[in-house]
């Protein structure tokens, strides 16, 4: 690289896959990790409320807790305008591209009624299937 040659050093990394992607895998990819999300995000919920009805707990509570979560989503979907980027250089991990993909936009935000539908339908589910799946590849668990 310093002298001037087009040839790419061995110790840099290859471009990323969603750079490389053609537009309908980046998709395809895109929606089975969001889908992912939203599936352990949706059943961890469904336990929590098992858990509060077993628990005998006001049904109210468990309306507050969803809404809650949907509206944490939605004022984060409203308030970024980052959207997914996919380069070399962007250093967004791939659950967060995926994310940002379907919430926000790819390479550019939709419009804040958009991204306001898209935290409305999937807002709690999200909120909580997403830190899980973080949590858990953290620790080497996925």
Same mark, same amino acid.
């Given at each position: ?5 087009? @040839? /790419?050093? +061995?110790? &840099?990394?290859? %471009?990323?896959? /969603?750079?490389?992607? /053609? %537009? ?33 707990? %006001? ?6 807790? $969803? ?10 979907? &409203? ?10 250089? @962007?250093?967004?991990? $791939?659950? +967060? ?9 790819? @390479?550019? %935000? /939709? ?23 973080? &949590? &858990? ?6």
């Amino acid at each position: 690289m310093v002298d001037g040659s087009d @040839e /790419r050093s +061995e110790f &840099l990394p290859g %471009p990323k896959w /969603r750079a490389r992607a /053609r %537009p309908g895998s980046l998709w395809t990819a895109v929606i089975v990790t969001f889908g992912l999300v939203i599936l352990v995000g949706g059943v961890t919920l469904w336990f929590a409320i098992v858990l509060l009805d077993y628990a005998d707990a %006001p049904g109210w509570l468990t309306v507050v807790g $969803w809404m809650a979560l949907t509206f944490a989503v939605m004022g984060w979907a &409203l308030r970024t305008d980052v959207a997914a980027i996919a380069s070399d250089y @962007e250093d967004q991990a $791939w659950s +967060e591209y995926a994310v940002r993909a379907v919430m926000v936009g790819r @390479e550019q %935000p /939709r419009s804040a009624s958009a991204r306001m539908i898209t935290a409305v339908l999937f807002g709690a589910p999200l909120a909580v299937g997403l830190p899980l799946l973080v &949590l &858990l590849a953290a620790v080497g668990v996925s």
